[in-house]
């Protein structure tokens, strides 16, 4: 499931990790910054450590991210958002950044098992477009159905329906992906 250009990203990190990791920040620097900036807006210093640690987690995964048949981009997502609620949460009890519900539904501070993680990020990978971009861009980059309509050019309520039934076609397939394991097991 790794493009072309994902697959030289990671052969770089693993033989020679400055190139590649100036290729992966090339290439998903902008999102992963993104993601981040999203949980922790006004920590500028933070976000910028929390961009550095997926970076580094990116190059310290790089081996097993070659042999898995994941996507990079999408592992970058969950680990970039979960890294960064990591950071926030370090932060509200320090008492450094106030708790701003537009930003930590409770869905964010609840801790969620990560070989199912890789299981949902996989399946929504392979949701067809436009339910792709639209789940990508509602669940890893936090921005609201009224943003993402505008910049597909879609109504507000087809966005939430489409996540509606997304959500529904990914519990199924989830579902079944266990009862497959599960058989295999």
């Not at 990079?72 to 106030?98: D, F, Q, Y």
């Not at 299981?119 to 789940?135: A, K």
Request: aromatic share 4%.
């Amino acid at each position: 499931m790794h493009t072309v250009q994902d697959q030289e990203i990671l052969a770089l990190l693993c033989t020679d990790p400055q190139t590649g990791l100036a290729a992966l920040l090339d290439n998903y620097g902008a999102m992963v910054h993104g993601i981040v900036r999203r949980v922790l807006p006004q920590a500028d210093q933070d976000a910028e450590e929390c961009v550095a640690d997926v970076l580094v987690a990116a190059w310290q995964n790089a081996p097993r991210l070659q042999r898995d048949a994941r996507s990079l981009k999408g592992w970058l997502c969950v680990t970039a958002r979960n890294t960064a609620i990591s950071r926030w949460r370090t932060l509200r009890r320090r008492g450094t950044v106030p708790l701003d519900e537009a930003i930590a539904g409770d869905w964010l501070l609840t801790p969620q098992p990560t070989e199912a993680e890789e299981r949902i990020q996989v399946l929504v990978l392979e949701l067809e477009e436009p339910d792709r971009t639209i789940f990508l861009r509602r669940y890893y980059l936090l921005e609201p159905a009224r943003e993402i309509a505008r910049l597909l050019h879609m109504t507000e309520h087809n966005v939430n329906v489409r996540l509606s039934r997304g959500r529904e076609k990914l519990r199924r397939r989830f579902t079944e992906s266990e009862r497959e394991e599960t058989r295999h097991a």
